[in-house]
């Protein structure tokens, strides 16, 4: 299976090529449309068709039916499996979080406390449910250390 990077790397090369033959395509039909009754009907018919197999071609490359993977309809994947809502389960822990605070470099340090810290700035003037984060204070008691 691809990586979330690979994917995505995937559907915007596909999505450039969708949009290269969707312009073609544009072009065919305008140029159809402005020479009716100046070319041949023949001449128009063949523009027009090839107008919709670049249509065709741009709507496949939308879809991911192409190589390299070989996944069909690599968006819904991409949406399905990479995204918050869907995806797997990571794995990590807070002794993975922990371990990684603990190994961290001084730069490291000093953005995940300006963070917080203004994370805790923004709610300072936030109102404040005192039953609700009493509950959570006694829900720490039972730690033991």
């Given at each position: 299976?691809?990586?979330?990077?690979?994917?995505?790397?995937?559907?915007?090369?596909?999505?450039?090529?969708?949009?290269?033959?969707?312009?073609?395509?544009k072009?065919?039909?305008?140029?159809?449309?402005?020479?009716?009754?100046?070319?041949?009907?023949?001449?128009?018919?063949?523009?027009?068709?090839?107008?919709?197999?670049?249509?065709?071609?741009?709507?496949?490359?939308?879809?991911?039916?192409?190589?390299?993977?070989?996944?069909?309809?690599?968006?819904?994947?991409f949406?399905?499996?990479?995204?918050?809502?869907?995806?797997?389960?990571?794995g990590?822990?807070?002794?993975m979080?922990?371990?990684?605070?603990?190994?961290?470099?001084?730069?490291?340090?000093?953005?995940?406390?300006?963070?917080?810290?203004?994370?805790?700035?923004?709610?300072?003037?936030?109102?404040?449910?005192?039953?609700?984060?009493?509950?959570?204070?006694?829900?720490?008691e039972?730690?033991?250390?």
């Amino acid at each position: 299976m691809p990586t979330r990077d690979e994917l995505l790397d995937y559907i915007d090369t596909w999505y450039g090529h969708a949009y290269t033959y969707f312009a073609l395509a544009k072009d065919d039909i305008w140029e159809a449309k402005q020479q009716f009754g100046v070319w041949t009907d023949k001449k128009v018919l063949e523009t027009l068709i090839n107008g919709c197999w670049r249509l065709y071609t741009s709507v496949g490359a939308l879809i991911g039916y192409a190589e390299p993977t070989t996944i069909d309809y690599q968006i819904p994947y991409f949406l399905r499996e990479f995204t918050i809502a869907e995806a797997p389960d990571a794995g990590i822990t807070m002794r993975m979080i922990l371990d990684e605070m603990f190994t961290a470099d001084n730069e490291e340090l000093k953005q995940f406390i300006a963070l917080v810290d203004a994370y805790r700035q923004s709610l300072w003037n936030k109102p404040f449910d005192v039953n609700y984060w009493a509950a959570v204070a006694r829900g720490f008691e039972v730690w033991e250390f």
